[in-house]
């Protein structure tokens, strides 16, 4: 069994950026394809972009794309998305989820059925 934790969310100004991580646990990533996504209340949960563990290949949605950044930690087993430029719209629950082998096909890496194990969640709020 995997666990996902995430944390550093808050409150962040218009304009501000933040940092927020996800911690792995109970197995390895080196064949786990890692992605973040977000929630708003009353909407599905949206992709964001992934990270393959290893070679680092990222895959992004294109209405964050040059503005959010996914990286790992190899010696602490996480995941981390740096998000800049933010805006109300960014406002949500952001989650990281874990794609374990046999692995989803890279055409559906934006679907949140194509991971098995989730984090609970860290709250995101982007307010003046």
């Known amino acids: 069994q995997m666990q996902l934790v995430e944390s550093g969310g808050g409150l962040v100004q218009p304009g501000g950026s933040l940092r927020i991580s996800c911690v792995a646990s109970?197995?390895?990533?080196?064949?786990?394809?890692m992605a973040w996504f977000r929630q708003a209340p009353g909407k599905e949960r949206e992709f964001l972009g992934a990270?393959?563990?290893?070679?680092?290949?990222?895959y992004y949605a294109d209405s964050v794309k040059g503005r959010f950044t996914i990286s790992r930690d190899y010696a602490k087993n996480t995941v981390y998305l740096q998000m800049i430029s933010l805006n109300t719209e960014d406002t949500a629950v952001y989650y990281c989820?874990?794609?374990?082998?046999?692995?989803?096909?890279?055409?559906?890496?934006?679907?949140?059925?194509?991971?098995?194990?989730w984090g609970q969640g860290t709250q995101v709020t982007i307010s003046s």
């Open positions: 989820g874990a794609d374990v082998p046999p692995q989803a096909i890279l055409s559906t890496l934006r679907l949140a059925t194509s991971y098995e194990y």
């Open positions: 109970g197995r390895a990533l080196s064949d786990v394809r």
């Open positions: 990270i393959n563990w290893s070679g680092g290949r990222t």
